[in-house]
């Protein structure tokens, strides 16, 4: 992995830049003030066309325990992508970064999924999109599976609009069981060039509509399996 301290402006221009690129930005943690250009040897992918749901949380996603949301609170989503997590790992979330992703967002380029219990956010994931790719950065849950079925909507909502890339950056055990596998660098290139040089409609399946979990499921037919 290489890892290199910027201590140049930073722009929105410049990061979308640089994800095209296959880099991103992070922190050592949240009082960190530097950030560093993160590009990994081994880069995590979620295959959008075999996105495994296991059994359990496919009806967890189709009971429709929770409400779904699209876009509507970015800062709180990564407020608590930020926050203290319950496995005691450092954030890689600091100010500048809550700062550059709120401008990607207002440009349109950084989506949420919230996940509500009643009027309260128990669970979310924030990302970026760019043509085609998607770039999942960091999600948060408070209540069980809530960060879960906040990537089973990702997901069915990146397939209808017709993206060809999520790009998870890293492997963790975590997303294992969704059937998250490791590519090369140059693989990994290949998959993001062809990704950003097309184009997807992430709002394919509209904003303000709230999509069922038998809806988000159906999106994924194939994927669900014990």
């Known amino acids: 992995m290489r890892n290199r301290s910027v201590a140049l402006e930073i722009t929105p221009q410049l990061v979308l830049r640089a994800y095209a690129c296959g880099i991103f930005p992070m922190a050592e943690d949240a009082d960190?003030?530097?950030?560093?250009?993160?590009?990994?040897?081994?880069?995590?992918?979620?295959?959008?066309?075999?996105?495994?749901?296991?059994?359990?949380?496919?009806?967890?996603?189709?009971?429709?325990?929770?409400?779904?949301?699209?876009?509507?609170?970015?800062?709180?989503?990564?407020?608590?992508?930020?926050?203290?997590?319950?496995?005691?790992?450092?954030?890689?979330?600091?100010?500048?970064?809550?700062?550059?992703y709120r401008q990607l967002f207002d440009l349109g380029h950084c989506h949420t999924v919230e996940v509500y219990d009643g009027e309260a956010l128990v669970g979310g994931l924030y990302g970026l999109a760019l043509g085609a790719a998607f770039f999942g950065e960091s999600m948060f849950h408070t209540a069980t599976d809530a960060s879960k079925v906040a990537l089973v909507h990702l997901v069915a909502r990146l397939r209808s609009g017709g993206f060809r890339l999520l790009d998870a950056q890293f492997q963790t055990e975590h997303l294992a069981q969704f059937g998250t596998r490791e590519i090369s660098r140059r693989h990994y290139r290949t998959l993001l060039d062809a990704a950003t040089a097309e184009t997807a409609d992430f709002f394919a399946w509209p904003k303000e509509a709230t999509m069922a979990g038998r809806t988000a499921l159906a999106a994924l037919a194939g994927g669900v399996s014990g």
């Open 32 to 100: 960190d003030p530097t950030l560093h250009w993160i590009e990994p040897n081994q880069r995590g992918i979620i295959p959008l066309d075999d996105f495994h749901v296991p059994r359990r949380l496919a009806r967890t996603v189709r009971a429709d325990r929770f409400t779904i949301r699209i876009d509507r609170d970015f800062g709180a989503v990564i407020a608590a992508c930020a926050g203290t997590r319950p496995d005691g790992d450092r954030t890689w979330i600091n100010g500048r970064i809550r700062e550059i």
